[in-house]
């Protein structure tokens, strides 16, 4: 079961990103799918999650109005959108997966049991 993050990158504040995840060796439609993010120093947060069927999110406060979560199951792949980044947003960025009911859309890490590598996503002048 794999996990593949891309679309980081250096953007000035402002700016926009969308970080894909794609997802292989299992099949997508049974998992939960999470963002999650850890910046230096800090602990690492969940910042969006999205149920099986994309039928329902969770946003951090942080966030919220800002980036926008989605999945292509088809595709076996997820999106984070990010608009209006800002200075704090930079963080290394990580997909992770859990296997739960159709409604489950929690952003607690402890409940993920599958993760990439993380992407680095840095915003700057």
């Known amino acids: 079961l794999q996990l593949v993050e891309s679309g980081g990158g250096l953007v000035q504040p402002g700016g926009s990103l969308r970080l894909s995840c794609a997802t292989s060796?299992?099949?997508?439609?049974?998992?939960?799918i999470g963002w999650f993010r850890q910046a230096p120093g800090k602990e690492r947060e969940g910042i969006a999650c999205?149920?099986?069927?994309?039928?329902?999110?969770n946003y951090a406060h942080s966030v919220k109005g800002r980036f926008t979560i989605s999945r292509d199951n088809a595709k076996n792949t997820v999106y984070l959108q990010m608009n209006s980044l800002k200075s704090e947003d930079t963080a290394v960025y990580y997909c992770?997966?859990?296997?739960?009911?159709?409604?489950?859309?929690?952003?607690?890490?402890?409940?993920?049991?599958?993760w990439g590598q993380g992407t680095q996503v840095t915003v700057s002048s």
């Open positions: 992770a997966a859990v296997r739960r009911g159709s409604l489950f859309n929690l952003c607690v890490l402890r409940e993920y049991d599958y």
């Open positions: 999205i149920s099986r069927r994309g039928s329902s999110s």
């Open positions: 060796g299992f099949t997508l439609d049974y998992y939960a």
